[in-house]
């Protein structure tokens, strides 16, 4: 069975009634969990197994209003990924306009730079309130 696959039941680990932010870090810790490992290759399936994870509990529990992989220039949502001077956001929270964006790092909290917060708050979403940093 691929790891990357899904079910009601990784759903259903995550629980009922959380909010976007419980949401989005309970889905980092799950896919630590079932991806481990180091390195780009397992960070790259680990923000996959996330994202997935997140669609899947928006499907089942209705949608928050959290948007996925989005590319933004002067704030204005990019219909492709390449765009030149673009920033990608992981989530965005569109009810409560925060960003957040995984780290899947050896030590958290030190993943997200100030260059790439500076970055989203220019080209993200118009009057973001925060980006925040998701580990594990």
Not at 18 to 27: D, F, G, H, R, S
Not at 67 to 78: G, N
Request: aromatic share 6%; hydrophobic share 35%.
């Amino acid at each position: 069975m691929d790891i990357l696959a899904h079910n009601v039941c990784d759903v259903a680990k995550m629980g009922k009634g959380l909010t976007n932010e419980q949401i989005v870090q309970k889905a980092a810790s799950l896919a630590e969990k079932k991806i481990g490992g180091k390195g780009r290759i397992a960070g790259t399936r680990k923000h996959t197994y996330a994202e997935k994870l997140i669609k899947k509990y928006q499907k089942v529990y209705g949608d928050r209003g959290l948007k996925l992989e989005s590319t933004w220039k002067d704030h204005i949502l990019q219909n492709t990924r390449r765009v030149k001077g673009a920033t990608r956001i992981d989530v965005w929270d569109s009810v409560n306009n925060i960003a957040y964006d995984f780290k899947f790092t050896i030590n958290p909290g030190n993943g997200l730079k100030q260059s790439q917060i500076d970055k989203i708050l220019k080209h993200g979403p118009a009057g973001l309130k925060a980006v925040k940093e998701i580990n594990p």
